[in-house]
């Protein structure tokens, strides 16, 4: 194996290490012999990440209360300049990971491979694959000089699985003085209380577009996902539209879903949506254009209105409860 | 390029000091915007490189009108001050950022090169660093979140890399408080509120303004505005550091992905509905 040592940049909520950062840890461990992780959190973390084949923890210090972007990567471009840099840095396409990403890419003066979906090996580097035109082209990129690869990898582009590892062993990496770029600081933090299954754990997920015409008929979707034990999403266009919160989007940007069932209501299918759930394993579509890019996709197409489909849907699933 | 970094000691000082504490005495606003193919038009790749065609006419990124909503904003509340745009292009091509000058920006310095062509992000906000230099004093700079054609994601936290500034990305309200920068930042929960010193690098997400019509008056008053046009070479950056050239990444695979299998399409005739009812029993969702 010629890629020797991955860094797998961890986050963690509490103690509680991201999904995200356990499935690359599956793919990372693949790839390399040795596969370590960076974290703002510290030891915490070392029998959950050693458990899916993590060795080693390096423990950024000293982060409490900043935006992680700067220290994170300050303390990985010093060890990189010492000389004990791994060959490739994962991390998740998240708040933080792209943070991490951008800087550590100026530090390093190398570029980020973004959007990867799956990693493979060509000429003796490792390469990512990143999917474009809503997935129906795959390109694979890979670096042309030898410095340390940074690659930002797609949420559910792996699955993740424990490789029964012991807890990994724990190590100090410290932070650069970081001048103005280190200052910026959280001061108070904001929960958004939601009911109902998350959009990435929920089995089905029901989703509404442009093609509702107006924020009101959103309550359509809430109420079809809410018969499903569903959660809601949205397309791009409404989140910009301002009819939900950026939280609801579903595709390039926003969440990446699998569900077992996917129903988008008044969608047609933008690159920018369907790449956020074209890996769901049922897809339904309503919409009136039947030229719609969601039907290429969808294994039940309904070529109508959703302001008439999903009130009688609803009345139906209504009365079967 | 190598002396990009030595320079960035040196923009510090070129950027404006912060306005003293509690005097609204206007503030600069920087914004990146990007011109794109309509999105409305379907992408293609060209055969020879790979990359993106961006041959057709460019429009102003809808993620970056927020951007410029949002400063002609912050600027209006500091009460004085201007926005001022920065581009670039391959072909020197005004029409997005006659939009946002429309709109109310002041004046924009367009990078235009053929240069430019190909180049990855880092190449990207390595020029939109110079240029933004070249625009003047800025207390706060803004980008969107990301391109709606390039997907990366990662230029605003290298643009304040090699400005040498603190950042806060995904931003959804920005407020000013003397030199304080306070930001509610989006975040997988809910949102942050983080804060730092002016000037910084602030990305907005879209949909938290609402990006004002450009008024007639606002798209005559466009055509007169200045539009500083500047080569690579102006800007003091070596053209084969950018560019395909500059890039550091190459494509070496284009594959078609896997393509599902199509379904069954229907036209609703009023029992559209029952079919998705079966569906969902099938799948034992009901």
């Known amino acids: 194996m010629t890629v020797s040592k991955i860094w797998v940049l961890a986050e963690a909520t509490d103690g509680k290490v991201a999904t995200t950062t356990l499935e690359i840890l599956a793919k990372a461990r693949e790839l390399a012999d040795t596969v370590e992780v960076v974290t703002a959190s510290g030891a915490e973390i070392a029998a959950e990440v050693g458990a899916h084949g993590a060795t080693k923890v390096l423990a950024v210090g000293g982060t409490e209360g900043k935006l992680l972007g700067a220290p994170l990567a300050g303390a990985i471009a010093a060890a990189i300049a010492a000389g004990n840099g791994p060959d490739a840095v994962l991390m998740a396409t998240s708040y933080t990971g792209r943070d991490v990403a951008g800087r550590l890419s100026v530090k390093i003066d190398a570029p980020v491979i973004t959007n990867v979906v799956d990693l493979v090996e060509r000429d003796g580097r490792l390469a990512g694959v990143e999917p474009i035109f809503g997935g129906v082209t795959d390109v694979i990129t890979k670096f042309t000089t030898d410095k340390v690869g940074i690659f930002l990898v797609r949420p559910k582009s792996f699955a993740a699985e424990e490789s029964g590892g012991a807890a990994a062993s724990v190590e100090e990496l410290s932070v650069p003085d970081l001048g103005a770029t280190g200052t910026a600081v959280v001061t108070s933090r904001f929960v958004e209380e939601k009911t109902g299954p998350s959009l990435d754990e929920a089995a089905v997920v029901v989703s509404g577009g442009r093609g509702l015409g107006e924020k009101d008929n959103y309550q359509l979707v809430e109420d079809l996902a809410k018969l499903l034990q569903a959660a809601p999403g949205a397309s791009r266009a409404i989140v910009d539209a301002g009819w939900v919160p950026y939280s609801y989007q579903v595709g390039q940007t926003g969440k990446v879903v699998k569900p077992t069932l996917y129903i988008a209501a008044g969608i047609s299918g933008a690159t920018q949506h369907l790449v956020g759930m074209k890996g769901s394993k049922n897809i339904i579509a309503i919409n009136k254009d039947a030229e719609a890019p969601i039907f290429a996709v969808s294994d039940l197409g309904i070529v109508g209105d959703v302001h008439k489909v999903l009130p009688k849907l609803i009345e139906a699933l209504q009365a079967r409860s | ?286």
Do not use: H
């Open chain 2, 1 to 286: 390029m190598a002396n990009l970094v030595a320079e960035s000691e040196f923009l510090l000082s070129v950027l404006s000091e912060p306005q003293s504490q509690g005097m609204l005495l206007g503030m600069n606003v920087v914004v990146c915007v990007k011109q794109i193919p309509d999105p409305a038009d379907p992408g293609a790749l060209d055969p020879q490189t790979n990359t993106l065609k961006r041959d057709g006419k460019l429009i102003l990124d809808e993620s970056d009108s927020y951007g410029v909503e949002m400063a002609l904003q912050l600027v209006d509340t500091a009460g004085g001050g201007e926005v001022t745009l920065v581009s670039m292009a391959p072909n020197g091509e005004v029409s997005g950022l006659r939009t946002a000058l429309a709109m109310g920006a002041a004046k924009a310095v367009l990078v235009s090169d053929p240069a430019l062509a190909g180049s990855d992000a880092l190449g990207t906000s390595k020029v939109l660093a110079k240029a933004i230099q070249r625009a003047g004093e800025a207390d706060l700079i803004l980008t969107a979140t990301e391109s709606s054609d390039g997907y990366t994601g990662v230029v605003p936290e290298q643009i304040a890399e090699l400005l040498q500034l603190p950042s806060i990305t995904f931003a959804k309200e920005i407020t000013i408080e003397g030199n304080t920068l306070k930001v509610q930042r989006q975040t997988e929960a809910g949102y942050d509120e983080v804060e730092s010193p002016l000037p910084a690098v602030v990305s907005v997400t879209a949909g938290v303004v609402e990006p004002r019509y450009p008024s007639f008056k606002g798209i005559m008053a466009a055509k007169s505005k200045p539009v500083d046009q500047v080569t690579v070479a102006d800007l003091g950056i070596d053209p084969s550091a950018v560019g395909w050239a500059g890039g550091g990444q190459e494509i070496v695979e284009v594959a078609q992905a896997e393509a599902r299998a199509g379904g069954t399409i229907v036209e609703d005739d009023g029992e559209g509905f029952q079919k998705i009812v079966d569906l969902l029993a099938e799948l034992k969702v009901i």
